[in-house]
Protein backbone atom coordinates (compact mmCIF):
# COMPACT_ATOMS: atom_id res chain seq x y z
CA UNK A 1 0.00 0.00 0.00
CA UNK A 2 1.26 3.23 -1.34
CA UNK A 3 1.64 6.16 1.47
CA UNK A 4 -0.80 7.80 -0.62
CA UNK A 5 -3.27 5.75 0.24
CA UNK A 6 -2.60 4.71 3.45
CA UNK A 7 -2.70 8.63 4.33
CA UNK A 8 -6.08 8.79 2.86
CA UNK A 9 -7.49 5.65 4.79
CA UNK A 10 -5.70 7.49 7.64
CA UNK A 11 -8.06 10.85 6.84
CA UNK A 12 -11.20 8.31 6.14
CA UNK A 13 -10.96 6.92 9.66
CA UNK A 14 -10.44 9.72 11.40
CA UNK A 15 -13.52 11.73 9.56
CA UNK A 16 -15.73 8.80 10.67
CA UNK A 17 -14.32 9.18 14.55
CA UNK A 18 -15.18 12.34 14.15
CA UNK A 19 -18.99 11.72 13.19
CA UNK A 20 -21.70 12.30 16.57
CA UNK A 21 -22.26 8.64 17.53
CA UNK A 22 -25.73 7.54 16.05
CA UNK A 23 -23.80 9.29 12.36
CA UNK A 24 -20.65 6.78 12.85
CA UNK A 25 -23.10 3.91 14.22
CA UNK A 26 -25.33 4.05 10.39
CA UNK A 27 -22.34 5.08 9.01
CA UNK A 28 -20.70 1.67 10.14
CA UNK A 29 -23.83 -0.57 9.68
CA UNK A 30 -24.44 0.68 6.51
CA UNK A 31 -21.32 0.96 4.78
CA UNK A 32 -18.85 -1.44 6.41
CA UNK A 33 -21.32 -4.39 7.79
CA UNK A 34 -23.55 -3.62 4.22
CA UNK A 35 -27.14 -4.26 6.26
CA UNK A 36 -29.62 -2.34 4.49
CA UNK A 37 -31.61 0.41 5.91
CA UNK A 38 -34.48 -1.35 7.68
CA UNK A 39 -31.58 -3.87 9.17
CA UNK A 40 -29.71 -0.66 10.61
CA UNK A 41 -32.82 0.38 11.61
CA UNK A 42 -33.80 -2.82 13.72
CA UNK A 43 -30.46 -2.79 15.26
CA UNK A 44 -30.34 0.53 16.09
CA UNK A 45 -34.80 1.14 17.44
CA UNK A 46 -35.16 4.04 14.61
CA UNK A 47 -37.41 4.22 11.83
CA UNK A 48 -35.64 3.67 8.23
CA UNK A 49 -35.98 7.47 7.61
CA UNK A 50 -34.37 8.24 10.76
CA UNK A 51 -31.55 5.59 9.04
CA UNK A 52 -31.45 7.88 5.90
CA UNK A 53 -30.95 10.79 7.13
CA UNK A 54 -28.23 10.16 9.70
CA UNK A 55 -26.44 8.29 6.78
CA UNK A 56 -26.97 11.19 4.42
CA UNK A 57 -25.32 13.58 7.78
CA UNK A 58 -22.84 10.95 7.92
CA UNK A 59 -21.63 11.38 4.39
CA UNK A 60 -22.01 15.16 4.34
CA UNK A 61 -19.73 14.77 7.36
CA UNK A 62 -17.14 12.96 5.81
CA UNK A 63 -16.90 14.91 2.51
CA UNK A 64 -16.31 18.48 4.81
CA UNK A 65 -13.61 16.06 6.81
CA UNK A 66 -11.98 15.17 3.80
CA UNK A 67 -12.16 18.44 1.97
CA UNK A 68 -10.15 20.08 5.16
CA UNK A 69 -7.52 17.84 4.96
CA UNK A 70 -4.87 19.67 2.77
CA UNK A 71 -3.39 16.86 1.01
CA UNK A 72 -6.40 15.47 -0.04
CA UNK A 73 -7.98 16.03 -3.66
CA UNK A 74 -11.26 15.02 -3.41
CA UNK A 75 -10.41 11.11 -2.76
CA UNK A 76 -13.37 9.67 -2.80
CA UNK A 77 -15.67 11.77 -6.43
CA UNK A 78 -18.07 13.52 -4.16
CA UNK A 79 -19.18 15.20 -7.54
CA UNK A 80 -22.75 14.58 -8.42
CA UNK A 81 -22.37 10.23 -7.63
CA UNK A 82 -24.99 8.42 -6.21
CA UNK A 83 -25.29 8.34 -2.47
CA UNK A 84 -24.74 4.52 -2.69
CA UNK A 85 -21.89 4.52 -5.10
CA UNK A 86 -20.06 6.88 -2.72
CA UNK A 87 -20.60 4.96 0.70
CA UNK A 88 -19.30 1.82 -0.98
CA UNK A 89 -16.15 3.68 -2.67
CA UNK A 90 -16.02 5.06 1.11
CA UNK A 91 -16.48 1.34 2.99
CA UNK A 92 -13.70 -0.07 0.11
CA UNK A 93 -11.80 2.51 1.64
CA UNK A 94 -12.28 1.56 5.04
CA UNK A 95 -11.93 -1.80 4.64
CA UNK A 96 -8.56 -1.86 3.23
CA UNK A 97 -6.68 -1.27 6.55
Do not use: N
Not at 19 to 29: H, K, S
Amino acid sequence: MSMDQQERIAAIQRAVAALPEAQRAVFQLCAVEGLAYPEVGARLDIGTAEVEHLLGEAIIGIDRSLRDARHLRDPVGFGGKARRALLHRLARWLGST
